[in-house]
């Protein structure tokens, strides 16, 4: 935390800093941007606002920022198993991404969305890091590398479930050191948008069906070939199903992974060397993995089986073998939907609530569950555990435990009960199960969906908001219509939050990542500024990461419009999209705001300055004695220093936000006081910023008060005049 203090007569006093969980998709005051911009009201915009966005605490009650709440439910609540998707489902925490064929989201077609041309996302290196650490290879492996050491074409064919998908996952990545891509289904190759592929980059498309194998000729996939390898890509296919028939650029999979070695892989991704030897060396638990390993080869049952023995040894060192087999075949959805059968209406709702909102506090979750039951009933929900049945006899019959937990308040941490599942694997499918099965009135349920989405509290908001996206898989348009839209189009900023998770959590799953985007990009262009602005807190944590080509554009077309209040939004998109970047998506998010920041368009020019400010500010952490993100990236090199330099010169004389500038300036040298490079780097920026006598001026004036504040950054501020004291032509001795 930065305190307030005095910084002379360039600034004014600061309250702290924190600007994680403020809501960022709100309606800004003073006057909404459907006219042109004014003056006054930019000025007004600026000083006030960006003051509250940079250092002002949390609007909301909780402190637990958005993005953390996107990833929370992205990672606790996704489809596991059961056929969702055909390609494997990665969360939106775990990959970042690129568009193939962005030419179909510009407009340039009347202004509509183009929905034919699939949709690639970049696999982020901790996911193919996973592929790496548990890879077995097959025999087959050496001539499909092989191949693979030259771009174009490479299908491969083999029976279901023999691992095709990491096999071309893995090869991909040792040739082309992490640039992998990954479509989303498609159901006609001819659609593929080779012409933007890029030169070095894998790209794959998992489960081709044999159909649309079946139906291109081989002219069609010779011309295919050809168009990979003029682009210098590698174009992995992968085919389901035994007995496809031979095609140009086909390599068969002709052996599985030897399943054993699959198993002690993936228990060696989640447990210790040790306890994988004491625990396959039980009897019971050998017996178990050999009689998984002799049935028909599924790489996918032998992996839940691997995962459900480590999940049950770190809860449990003491399960028997036949408890993992009858846990193994709990988690059947056939034994779950007999069980939800037998639930009486009060618990099946209680259980819907607990599903939905991990970790709530008990209280809350059965004032929840009471409001869904009088919906769907039509009368006053029983209480069902008071005398004489208790809360623990509700929680046996519905597998749930209470415990005890500590909760955020704005006054500090608080005791209280939380209730969760006892197998919180089971949370989608009792989510998926409960909106399937009937056992609700739709329009009960959408209605009590749609009133959770302003809920005062935000987990309940972030719950709500992951059900909706998990159920999008089941019903796109009907959630859509129902409830998603009514959020990001309403007044309530917290109903908008709840549409940004629903729109995390359903691009998680692979086969709606395209549709997502779409949508996202739709609402870019709507008439309504609350969907515009949703749409740009979209492309950030969201979809940013998943999409950023397409994310950068749809940002761009907003921050030319004059809209003050979606400023905000936008910025903190951006300082989404580089909180985890690599210094390549790093570098890009400098160039756009450079771009911006040097438009002839006024209004982006403002955007494009104030979102520098906005990422000056996250990446840095006063008193941690370390060089701030930016100055690490910028003294890489002469290009990275000249472009951070340039857009600081335009901060820091910029009429509207030169006061906010000089405070951020002012945490950079907090931050590095204490490390002498840091401070080095600082003072060489400033000696890159300072060209003419006034920014010299202003830097000076500025590194004066720095000894001053809270906590001091005097080494910094000596390093920073020592560097402008060299003369430059004008300025003042």
């Not at 970042?96 to 699939?118: C, L, Q």
């Amino acid at each position: 935390m930065v305190s307030a203090d005095r910084v002379g007569g360039l600034a004014e006093p600061l309250p702290d800093r924190a600007h994680h969980g403020v809501d960022h998709t709100g309606r800004s005051g003073g006057a909404e941007g459907e006219g042109g911009p004014n003056r006054d009201a930019a000025r007004a915009l600026t000083l006030d606002k960006i003051k509250e966005q940079l250092s002002s605490p949390a609007r909301l009650l909780d402190s637990v920022s958005l993005v953390e709440e996107i990833h929370r439910q992205v990672s606790t609540l996704r489809p596991a198993g059961g056929g969702q998707a055909a390609a494997p489902i990665v969360i939106m925490g775990d990959v970042t991404g690129d568009v193939v064929g962005r030419d179909s989201f510009v407009g340039r077609r009347g202004g509509g969305v183009d929905t034919a041309e699939p949709v690639a996302r970049r696999v982020a290196a901790p996911v193919l890091a996973g592929f790496r650490g548990a890879f077995v290879e097959p025999g087959s492996a050496a001539a499909i590398r092989a191949r693979l050491a030259r771009p174009g074409l490479v299908l491969l064919a083999g029976p279901r479930g023999w691992g095709k998908t990491a096999l071309g996952m893995v090869l991909l990545d040792e040739r082309c050191h992490g640039e992998v891509y990954e479509f989303e289904p498609i159901e006609d190759l001819l659609r593929l948008p080779t012409g933007a592929l890029k030169s070095g980059r894998g790209y794959l498309v998992t489960d081709l069906p044999p159909h649309v194998l079946a139906a291109a000729r081989g002219a069609d996939l010779h011309r295919l070939d050809e168009e990979v390898t003029a682009r210098g890509a590698r174009l992995v296919l992968t085919v389901a199903g035994a007995g496809v028939a031979e095609k140009p650029c086909q390599l068969p999979v002709a052996d599985h992974p030897e399943p054993k070695a699959l198993v002690l892989a993936h228990l060696g991704r989640l447990l210790a060397a040790d306890r994988i030897a004491e625990l396959t060396r039980q009897r019971a638990v050998a017996e178990l993995i050999e009689g998984s390993c002799q049935e028909p080869f599924e790489a996918a049952a032998l992996v839940r089986l691997a995962e459900e023995l480590a999940r049950l040894d770190r809860l449990d060192r003491g399960a028997e073998a036949a408890e993992i087999a009858q846990r193994l075949t709990v988690r059947s959805k056939e034994e779950l939907r007999a069980w939800l059968d037998e639930v009486s209406s009060p618990d099946r709702a209680f259980l819907l609530c607990v599903a939905m909102f991990d970790g709530l506090a008990y209280g809350t979750v059965v004032d929840l569950a009471e409001r869904l039951d009088r919906l769907t009933t039509g009368r006053a929900a029983a209480r069902v555990d008071g005398p004489p049945h208790g809360r623990q006899a509700r929680c046996e019959r519905t597998r749930t435990e209470i415990l005890r937990a500590w909760s955020h308040t704005p006054y500090g941490r608080v005791p209280t009960e939380i209730v969760r599942l006892r197998q919180p694997d089971h949370r989608p499918w009792i989510v998926d199960q409960l909106w399937c099965a009937g056992y609700y009135g739709r329009p009960a349920l959408l209605r009590w969906l749609r009133e959770l989405g302003t809920h005062h509290a935000r987990p309940v908001r972030g719950g709500a908001g992951a059900a909706v996206g998990l159920l999008m898989s089941r019903e796109f348009e009907t959630f859509r219509r129902a409830v998603l839209e009514p959020w990001a189009a309403g007044d309530d900023p917290a109903g908008r939050e709840a549409a940004l998770v629903a729109l995390g959590v359903a691009a998680g799953d692979f086969q709606l990542t395209g549709a997502v985007v779409r949508l996202a990009h739709s609402w870019s262009r709507s008439g309504e500024w609350q969907l515009r602005r949703t749409a740009a807190r979209a492309f950030g944590e969201s979809l940013g990461h998943l999409v950023p080509d397409t994310a950068f554009e749809v940002l761009g077309e907003l921050a030319g419009q004059s809209d003050p209040g979606g400023v905000f939004a936008i910025s903190q998109s951006l300082v989404e999209l580089a909180r985890s970047a690599d210094d390549a998506l790093l570098a890009t998010v400098i160039a756009t705001v450079e771009s911006w920041a040097t438009s002839h368009r006024a209004h982006r020019r403002h955007v494009g300055v104030y979102g520098f400010l906005q990422l000056c500010a996250d990446l840095c952490r006063p008193g941690e004695s370390s060089a701030p993100r930016l100055l690490q990236w910028a003294d890489q090199g002469a290009e990275p220093s000249s472009a951070l330099a340039g857009l600081w010169r335009r901060a820091l004389i910029d009429p509207l936000v030169n006061r906010p500038a000089r405070w951020v300036l002012r945490w950079w040298a907090q931050s590095c006081e204490g490390d002498t490079a840091a401070t080095t780097a600082l003072a060489r920026l400033a000696r890159s910023i300072a060209r003419l006598p006034r920014e010299v001026e202003i830097l000076r004036r500025a590194a004066l008060t720095w000894p001053d504040a809270d906590p001091p950054a005097t080494a910094a501020a000596a390093a920073v005049l020592d560097a402008l004291s060299s003369p430059v032509r004008g300025a003042r001795p």
